[in-house]
């Protein structure tokens, strides 16, 4: 059995599990492998262990992994793989999952980049390692309007430190109901209403066909000239042109960002540049805590479709 270990960009796999108990030829990647290389890359191997949602997998590209037999992904869910060609080819795809008590880690960082850009953290550091002393005078929270985008486990999470904070918390989402805002203790407004009124929006919804480019361009436009966009969830979720636009004319007060269209991002990427950004490389799930867990399920899976009873497995 030959096993692939994808997207290992911090080459801490191969020390997180038991490996050699596999008994299995096993080579790990730390470095991305390109869309156009990846059948050929791959080609060998019977069990692929993919990270997340850094490595697509496309019809195109299960039709022609023919050794192909199981694909094991990190997290609960991965849709950059088809899981309908798979089932085609009789491929198992099966989930690892994280630590339970890292699920509130996006929310941590996507508050990190709020309050970053809210108290100009950044620019801040850059001035003091300058020889300069207060070239700004960052705004309090408590009574600026957080906006969500999506009040499900992670947006509700971000909502309590909104409250917390003493800020007014509302949200929308296609499928809100006011009970469901009521319960969170937050104001369900409409999507004009929360997009023109917030201080901060945080994105917080699962991108699909539904909500792809759901922060459209007439959104941004609506947005206050010192507001913040935070998107820690998907990338395609919003019109990154229309955002990329706001943020060089200065439309809005700047973006917080932990996702791209294109992971890892290209060294040379025009969104390393634009102004008014504070970025992370999607951090928002790497925690040591979710790799430790992450990699020992992953051999439980492995374990488990060998003596022919899977688990975990994605439908």
Same mark, same amino acid.
């Given at each position: ?66 050794? *192909?037999?199981?694909?094991? $992904? ?57 020889? *300069? ?14 906006g969500l ?27 809100? $109901? ?61 019109d990154l ?26 060294a040379d ?47």
């Amino acid at each position: 059995m030959r096993i692939a270990v994808l997207d290992d960009y911090l080459n801490v796999a191969e020390g997180l599990a038991d490996w050699k108990s596999l008994g299995a030829e096993l080579q790990f990647f730390d470095q991305y492998i390109q869309p156009l290389a990846l059948v050929e890359t791959l080609q060998a191997f019977d069990v692929i262990v993919a990270m997340r949602e850094r490595s697509a997998f496309p019809a195109a590209v299960i039709h022609a992994l023919l050794n *192909l037999k199981l694909l094991i $992904t990190t997290g609960a869910r991965n849709n950059s793989i088809d899981l309908e060609a798979c089932r085609q080819r009789g491929i198992v795809v099966a989930g690892a999952p994280g630590d339970p008590l890292s699920s509130g880690a996006t929310t941590e960082l996507a508050w990190a980049l709020l309050l970053g850009l809210f108290k100009g953290v950044p620019q801040e550091q850059v001035n003091m390692q300058k020889g *300069l002393w207060q070239t700004q005078m960052p705004p309090t929270l408590c009574g600026k309007r957080l906006g969500l985008l999506g009040l499900g486990n992670l947006g509700q999470r971000m909502g309590k430190v909104g409250l917390a904070f003493g800020m007014d918390v509302v949200a929308w989402s296609p499928n809100l $109901t006011k009970e469901r805002a009521d319960q969170a203790g937050v104001k369900m407004v409409t999507k004009e209403e929360l997009f023109s009124t917030s201080d901060a929006v945080s994105i917080h919804i699962v991108l699909s066909a539904r909500t792809k480019g759901i922060v459209d361009a007439a959104a941004i436009a609506a947005m206050k000239s010192n507001a913040f966009l935070i998107n820690t969830s998907r990338a395609g979720l919003v019109d990154l042109a229309a955002l990329k636009q706001a943020l060089e004319q200065g439309k809005i007060g700047g973006a917080g960002l932990d996702v791209f269209e294109t992971e890892p991002l290209p060294a040379d990427d025009p969104w390393r540049h634009v102004p008014r950004t504070l970025l992370t490389p999607h951090l928002g799930y790497a925690t040591p805590e979710n790799f430790a867990n992450y990699y020992p399920n992953v051999i439980d899976a492995i374990n488990a479709w060998v003596a022919g009873n899977p688990i975990r497995v994605l439908t």
